[in-house]
């Protein structure tokens, strides 16, 4: 290898290693940290991230840099490296260019805002008070509308936080791709509401004990291929993944003894998370090598997984009498035809991560026109919860009651992560495209799923999708995989088929 290319490796490995540092902090601070500890491990994780920056964006690192790319360019200077390395070295650039338009007194202080503000945040979400929030969420808008100053945009501010997630995508693409879908949603959702179909959600409710929900939530990321011995399930307010090295990954799943579903599902859909993190290629450990493509890529995995195998028939036809077995007094005299109309219900909700495949992206539509109002067009942060309240109305007809069931709902905010939520409807459209091709490829996909064997999609995923870290777009990887681009169309067909076969319509 490049001696030169050693050298950078080298450093980005260390930084890699620094910024692993503070996410075990982070994850702490999600499951095991006491209340009390929030204001010092917010200093500390803000000199991890200070550091790292530091090392990144520092003149050691510049050096090692420029003898590789032409600095001003981005053009890689070797024509004799193979594509894979000409790709780590583009992205290394393009990562390099904007974490060195940050000052680290900047990054340092909106990782301690944000840190204080995700236990603010708890606290605000308990007692039903956005007024408690709302000081530290003016200030991290305030901050992100300046980090947009300094990564700089052509046509909107939103632009630049939304690449920090999703690379190369623009406020006015999602917003064309976005209309594309909004309207035949709110059609189906229309037409599902003026059907008789009866509710059988309330055959599911019942005392579900957490010990076993826990059991059959890890029997099934077994049988997904999720690999224990590097990685580890707990428990947190909000379930999430995050990763140390592919040789540890970790998620989070949220019981409720009166909704089993709500374990099952963040069960699966962190699942599939992890199994994306454990198959990335540990040998180019802290390259863009071995990192995701982008968060709309990296939630196609966990919506693939979790609704398109995990609410569908073929998958409880296999899993469905394991859990009869488990809640015999609950489930015992609910059909398979019950429990599955019960577990794909279609009706407007509050809360985003309970929402059904249909109305789900509508919450988000409302997130992501929210967060073009408080960036691009300086909305009031105390006007956003009655913001928040006309936009549920006027896309599911419901109003919250309280703010814990409206805008409080999401940590994403809290964290400074505004133009993450866009990605959900994404990893949608992307997941659906990649399970329809996955369905292609493998003979007899749905009968395999159906007979418990999930192992033959992972490893479809794993070698489609996963090893390739940074090596492709997400619109190389979508047109390779699909051989198509991205599009609405497929996952529009396959919720009007599903949920017009569930409703009779």
């Not at 650039?93 to 940050?102: T, Y």
Request: hydrophobic letters at 35%.
């Amino acid at each position: 290898m490049n001696r030169n290319l050693e050298i950078l490796i080298s450093d980005l490995r260390v930084i890699a290693q620094l910024r692993r540092v503070a996410a075990v902090l982070n994850w702490d601070q999600e499951t095991y940290m006491p209340p009390k500890g929030a204001e010092a491990r917010a200093d500390q994780i803000s000199l991890i991230m200070s550091m790292s920056h530091a090392r990144f964006t520092g003149p050691e690192f510049r050096r090692s840099l420029a003898e590789l790319v032409d600095l001003p360019s981005g053009k890689v200077l070797d024509g004799g490296l193979p594509p894979h390395q000409v790709r780590m070295l583009e992205t290394t650039w393009w990562d390099w260019r904007r974490a060195n338009a940050l000052p680290v007194e900047f990054v340092g202080e909106l990782v301690r805002l944000t840190s204080e503000a995700q236990n603010v945040w708890e606290q605000a979400r308990h007692t039903s008070d956005f007024n408690l929030l709302a000081p530290y969420l003016e200030k991290i808008i305030s901050m992100k509308r300046e980090e947009a100053d300094y990564l700089g945009y052509e046509d909107q501010p939103y632009d630049a936080l939304l690449e920090n997630y999703e690379p190369g995508m623009t406020t006015r693409e999602l917003t064309a791709l976005f209309e594309s879908l909004r309207t035949p949603l709110v059609n189906l959702v229309e037409r599902i509401r003026d059907t008789d179909t009866p509710d059988h959600r309330e055959i599911l409710a019942g005392d579900y004990d957490e010990s076993d929900q826990w059991k059959f939530g890890m029997d099934v990321l077994y049988d997904m291929g999720y690999d224990l011995t590097r990685g580890r399930q707990d428990r947190s307010a909000h379930p999430f993944t995050t990763d140390f090295h592919p040789s540890d990954v970790r998620i989070t799943t949220y019981l409720d003894r009166h909704d089993i579903t709500q374990g099952i599902f963040s069960t699966i859909h962190e699942g599939g998370h992890a199994l994306y993190q454990q198959a990335l290629n540990d040998q180019y450990f802290g390259t863009p090598l071995c990192e995701p493509i982008s968060l709309g890529i990296h939630e196609s995995q966990s919506r693939l997984w979790e609704n398109y195998v995990g609410h569908s028939r073929p998958f409880w036809t296999c899993y469905y009498p394991r859990l009869q077995e488990r809640f015999t007094d609950q489930l015992g005299k609910v059909t398979l035809d019950e429990f599955y109309s019960a577990i794909n219900m279609v009706t407007p909700s509050l809360i985003r991560v309970e929402a059904d495949e249909v109305t789900y992206n509508l919450h988000i539509m409302l997130r992501f026109e929210l967060e073009q109002a408080f960036i691009n067009d300086h909305a009031a942060v105390n006007d956003l919860p009655a913001l928040w309240n006309e936009g549920m109305e006027k896309y599911l007809g419901i109003t919250p009651e309280n703010d814990a069931d409206g805008i409080l709902q999401d940590i994403h905010w809290s964290m400074g992560g505004i133009g993450y939520f866009p990605t959900y409807i994404l990893g949608n459209l992307y997941g659906r495209q990649f399970y329809e091709a996955a369905n292609n490829q493998i003979d007899d996909l749905e009968d395999r799923i159906a007979r418990g064997d999930l192992k033959t999609l992972r490893e479809w995923l794993r070698e489609n999708i996963h090893q390739v870290g940074r090596a492709r777009t997400a619109d190389e990887l979508v047109q390779d995989v699909t051989g198509s681009p991205l599009s609405a169309e497929p996952f529009i067909d396959y919720l009007q088929a599903k949920y017009g076969e569930l409703y009779t319509i």
